[in-house]
């Protein structure tokens, strides 16, 4: 199984939105609602951000949103603030009873 | 809240068998799914794969069957052992839950690394 594919970076200016793409394929992403994204602070362990594609675990800000279209999944930050500046990845469940993340896309809050 | 803790070996020589264990506290490990992820340095993150109390195991191919998970009920943990270890197998590895499709809970991380 390949993984997703994402942005290797994205910058934004505080105030400002996001957006990060997670491209898959028709076994991925494609057919299944199960993408999730995960926020990694370095030397932390990543936290769930969204998951089924469009939902927020209590205790995360409305300001993280997420989308999919076709292959596509996509993951929104409005409102940028500094704490936001992290590495994010996508997953998705596939047709293979497996899980496929992303490269992984670090996010610059200029 | 539950909570998941990693222990093992921080260095492992090549050719060997890397064993980790993840204990679980604040909620029983016969419910849901549970497994591994890794990330080597510098790099992103790779599911190893998951296991539920019940024995059902699934795993990355990219693994080529050098990895298996276990469950001890009575213990509340669960095991990822990995054979014939390279260079490429220094990673964090990270257990975590598996809830419904996506993963909720994470340990923090602990760092193999492979040399001699």
């Known amino acids: 199984q390949s993984a997703l594919t994402q942005p290797a970076s994205v910058s934004g200016s505080p105030g400002q939105s996001i957006t990060i793409s997670c491209t898959g394929t028709?076994?991925?992403?494609?057919?299944?609602?199960?993408v999730s994204w995960y926020q990694q602070h370095p030397g932390k362990a990543p936290k769930l951000m969204i998951y089924d594609v469009t939902k927020r675990p209590s205790g995360v800000s409305n300001r993280f949103s997420g989308s999919k279209s076709g292959n596509t999944a996509s993951l929104t930050i409005s409102g940028l603030q500094g704490e936001d500046e992290a590495d994010y990845y996508c997953?998705?469940?596939?047709?293979?009873?497996?899980?496929?993340f992303g490269g992984g896309t670090k996010l610059t809050v200029l | 809240q539950v909570q998941l803790l990693e222990s093992g070996p921080g260095l492992v020589k090549p050719s060997e068998t890397l064993s980790l264990t993840c204990s679980v506290s604040?909620?029983?490990?016969?419910?849901?799914?549970w497994g591994w992820i890794r990330q080597p340095p510098g790099k992103g993150l790779e599911w190893i794969g998951n296991i539920h109390s019940s024995g059902i195991t699934n795993y990355n191919p990219s693994l080529k069957s050098r990895g298996t998970i276990s469950v001890d009920t009575s213990k509340n943990e669960f095991s990822l052992a990995v054979t014939s270890v390279t260079a490429a197998d220094t990673a964090v590895y990270f257990c975590?839950?598996?809830?419904?499709?996506?993963?909720?809970?994470w340990g923090r991380g602990t760092l193999v690394s492979v040399s001699s």
């Open positions: 604040g909620g029983s490990i016969s419910v849901h799914y």
């Open positions: 997953t998705s469940y596939t047709s293979s009873n497996a899980w496929v």
């Open positions: 975590v839950r598996l809830f419904n499709w996506q993963f909720d809970s």
């Open positions: 028709s076994s991925d992403v494609g057919s299944y609602n199960y």
